[in-house]
Every structure is written in structure tokens, then in C-alpha cells.
């Protein structure tokens, strides 16, 4: 069974992941739907030998002490792959995310019009934020493609692993790769603060460590994008002052209200006027008023200035669902399924 046959076959079918399971055929997910492809299963055998041809030498170590590795992996003129090796039933397993080698502009994504905006931003902490495969790399790969093509600065990405390749063009952009070139993404932040960055993507703020160090590069003067895994504006807030003792919660509202720029919360919609994917997203802009909700513990009260506020671009996820909703672009079972407040969001779309 040839591995670069089944990546060809899954591009042309538009697939964003891939699934190589000895004991069953390859299956790909197309806008959100898993479904066999058309070859016979997979043996113990070729998904070792499959493994074997993608993984770099790190990788293969890795997986020998933890039975588990993640790594990169690119098929040329083609695409590349985030793809993560395990164990099932005692014969490996591989998932692949295809990444696309071309970065898309902002303008093809079907984001508002906002998020163009924030990558005018000088400094701060800009957070986009969303389930596994809402679309949160792109939209950041976009941005920094942006930037890319505007300005003269200094961009460093530290990412698990490498997605999307950038080539440097008005920037100089340097790209690091969890485990690869750095051993935490905390290490790998807090030495880039020392390499004249001024910009810094971090693939995601996932430990105490590495997010009292994005929120302190912002304080300092740089521009941090990141990610972080939740649904929308106020829990991303909370996530963040959970993160840290009791003790320091009141310190960390307070920084997190001077550097927070603004939260990005992405979810993705099978469409139904076409095949293909597209966004309902959640904006919040950190005004003055938002900035004090936040250093005075009241989160609650975000959901009600986005509200109040979509004149300057904010928008609830809601809103968003109920948008694409009444333009005919996605059903309307799956926007009351993946809704904030499905029961107010089901009266909204029978009015």
C-alpha cells in the first residue's frame, strides 16, 4: 500500500484529516464527515513501514519510550501534515492533519473584518481560541502573512509541530519546533525574549509557565499571538485567572487587563449551500470597560458588552451561528447544536 497514493487521493477529496489504522482501510474526514476510502486494510506491517517513512529520528525515540509521538511530515508539491503516531490494540495508528503549503489571505477565510484590524495591533496579547479543528492555525498562519507582507520586523513562532511554512518577505521569520528546537514552548518563549522578536506566536498557552510568560512578553513591549482550547471570550478570561493560585488571582486580572488586546473564538460549520467549511466567530475587543470587568472579577458581564458593542466590531458566537444561519449557510440543527445558549439561540431562529 503506497502512503503517498492515499495523501494524493485525500487531497483531491478535500480532506482535513487523515487515519491510518492497521486493521481497517484509510479514512478520511471531509467537512467534518469520516468515511473509508477505497483501499483494503492496513496490516500491522505497513502502518510500522508507514511510520517508519514519515517520522524524522527524534520522533522515532520519542515514540519508543512514551508510545507516542507527534511530528511534522511533508509530501512535496503537495501538502504538509501534523501527524501524531500511537499505539491501538499493540499495532501503531497515525492521524494526519493536513496543512495546506500555501498560506490563505484573511480575506479568502470568511473571518470578520475585525481580525484584519488586529494585525495592526503594536503590542499586546491577542488570543484565538476554539475546539481541535476550528480553524485557529489558519486563522493565526493568515495574520502572521499579513504582517508578513506589511511590515519589517522580527517574527518568532514556536509551534508543536511547524504547520504552516512561512517565507520571510518583509519580515524576518523564524520558525521553532517543540521538542525539535526547543524542549517546552515555556523555554523556548523565554529565550526568544532574548532574541529580539516583535512579534511571537506560540502555539498554544497550555501550562501555568508558558502563560505567565506570553502575558509578561506582552507587557514588555511585544506583540503575542496564541491559542488557547475554549469556546468562547469569557471562559478563555477565567481560563487564564484559573491557571494561577488563589493567592495570585487578583495580580494576574490586573496584568491580563493591561495586556489583553483582544479573543478570537472560532467554530467550524459544514456548510450547506456548497461543500466546504465555514466560521461562526466570537470577537472581544478589550475596551476600557472590558479591561475593568476583567480586573474587577466580573466575566460574567463580558457577554453583555459584546453585545452592546458590535458597532466597534465585537460580535457574540451566537450572533455569528444566527448570521450564517439566516444567509442559508449552514443548518440550523447544527447552529443549535454548537450554540452558547442553544434554547434562546432554537426561539431566535423560529422568530
Known amino acids: 500500500m503506497n502512503l503517498t497514493d492515499i495523501l494524493h487521493a485525500a487531497y483531491e477529496a478535500d480532506a482535513s484529516d487523515v487515519h491510518l489504522i492497521a486493521g481497517h482501510p484509510p479514512y478520511m474526514r471531509v467537512h467534518q464527515v469520516m468515511s473509508p476510502m477505497e483501499y483494503p486494510c492496513i496490516t500491522a506491517d505497513e502502518a510500522q513501514e508507514m511510520f517508519e517513512e514519515m517520522a524524522p529520528e527524534p520522533a522515532r525515540r520519542t515514540f519508543e519510550s512514551h508510545c507516542d509521538a507527534d511530528f511534522s511530515y511533508q509530501v512535496e508539491d503537495l501538502a504538509r501534515y501534523r501527524v501524531n503516531a500511537h499505539l491501538q490494540k499493540g499495532a501503531i495508528g497515525l492521524a494526519l492533519r493536513v ?47 499579513a504582517m508578513n507582507e506589511r511590515y519589517a520586523k522580527h517574527i518568532i513562532t514556536l509551534e508543536d509541530p511547524v504547520e504552516y511554512v512561512f517565507q520571510s518577505e518583509q519580515c524576518l521569520i523564524e520558525q521553532r519546533e517543540l521538542g525539535q528546537d526547543l524542549p517546552t514552548f515555556a523555554s523556548g518563549l523565554k529565550h526568544a525574549l532574548r532574541q529580539d522578536p516583535d512579534i511571537i506566536l506560540v502555539g498554544e498557552m497550555r501550562d501555568l509557565e508558558t502563560t505567565s510568560l506570553a502575558i509578561s512578553a506582552a507587557e514588555t513591549g511585544h ?20 491557571m ?19 479573543v478570537v473564538s472560532q467554530t467550524l460549520f459544514s456548510r450547506t449551500d456548497r461543500p466546504g467549511m465555514v466560521p ?13 470587568l476583567i480586573r474587577e ?5 463580558i457577554p453583555n458588552i459584546i453585545e452592546t458593542n458590535r458597532a466597534i466590531g465585537m460580535q457574540s458566537l451566537d450572533t455569528s451561528i444566527a448570521e450564517l444561519y439566516f444567509n442559508g449557510l449552514i443548518s440550523k440543527e447544527d447552529a443549535i447544536a454548537q450554540s452558547v445558549y442553544p434554547d434562546k439561540l432554537e426561539r431566535q431562529l423560529a422568530a
Open 280 to 292: 461562526a466567530v466570537e470577537t472581544l475587543l478589550c475596551t476600557s470597560a472590558v479591561r475593568n
Open 223 to 242: 506583540l503575542v499571538l496564541s491559542t488557547l482550547h475554549t469556546i468562547n471570550a469569557s471562559q478563555t478570561v477565567e481560563r487564564i485567572v484559573d
Open 297 to 301: 472579577n466580573r466575566t460574567f458581564e
Open 244 to 262: 494561577y493560585p488563589a493567592s495570585q488571582q487578583n495580580q494576574i486580572r490586573s496584568m491580563l487587563a493591561g495586556t489583553l488586546q483582544a
Open 99 to 145: 496543512i495546506k503549503t500555501t498560506v490563505p489571505p484573511l480575506d479568502v477565510l470568511s473571518l470578520p473584518e475585525v481580525i484584519s484590524r488586529l494585525t495592526y495591533l503594536p503590542r499586546g496579547l491577542v488570543l484565538v481560541t476554539g475546539d481541535t479543528g476550528s480553524g485557529k492555525s489558519t486563522s493565526l498562519a493568515a495574520m502572521i502573512q
